[in-house]
């Protein structure tokens, strides 16, 4: 809940709100206010002009913002990656396994053995995989996705040289 801080110097009452819910009025007023939902650059300008806001500030804002939008998209996609990897490897355990237990049964339960030693393995790996992709710890997440994005930077730009290279 947003907490509002009343100031109680005795001059006027005049409540003061925390950041974080300025942030969040300003908002739902904006998008209140414009029927499309949408704001130019000018109008953008005004408003920032209207809260005494420098243009140079609102600048480096918007350059935040744009850091910010990629980082979340960058993310998004490791996310997306990572859940395809583990679900392919885990379609891939369940019809090898499928695969095996029929080979099991119609050679009368010879190779139980074998289905314990290679599926015990494969399981716990497929449970620890699981396991970091969806209750990630935050150090280890950053690291992979920080690996993740080079690797990706590093991609782009081999594939970029060697298109020029080629002349394609």
């Not at 804002?61 to 990629?70: G, S, T």
């Amino acid at each position: 809940m947003a907490e509002v801080i009343t100031n109680l110097s005795g001059k006027g009452e005049e409540p003061l709100y925390e950041t974080i819910d300025v942030q969040q009025i300003l908002r739902i007023a904006i998008a209140q206010q414009t029927d499309s939902g949408q704001l130019s650059r000018h109008q953008l300008l005004e408003v920032a002009e209207e809260l005494g806001i420098s243009a140079a500030t609102l600048a480096a804002a918007e350059q935040e913002w744009e850091l910010q939008k990629h980082d979340l998209a960058d993310r998004s996609a490791f996310d997306r990656q990572r859940q395809q990897r583990f679900h392919h490897g885990l379609m891939q355990f369940l019809i090898f396994g499928s695969f095996l237990i029929g080979l099991n049964l119609l050679t009368g339960s010879y190779l139980t053995w074998l289905i314990y030693l290679i599926f015990g393995s494969w399981a716990l790996k497929l449970t620890w995989e699981g396991w970091c992709i969806y209750r990630p710890n935050e150090y280890s997440y950053n690291r992979d996705f920080r690996r993740w994005q080079w690797r990706r930077r590093l991609d782009r730009s081999v594939r970029g040289a060697m298109q020029r290279l080629l002349g394609w």
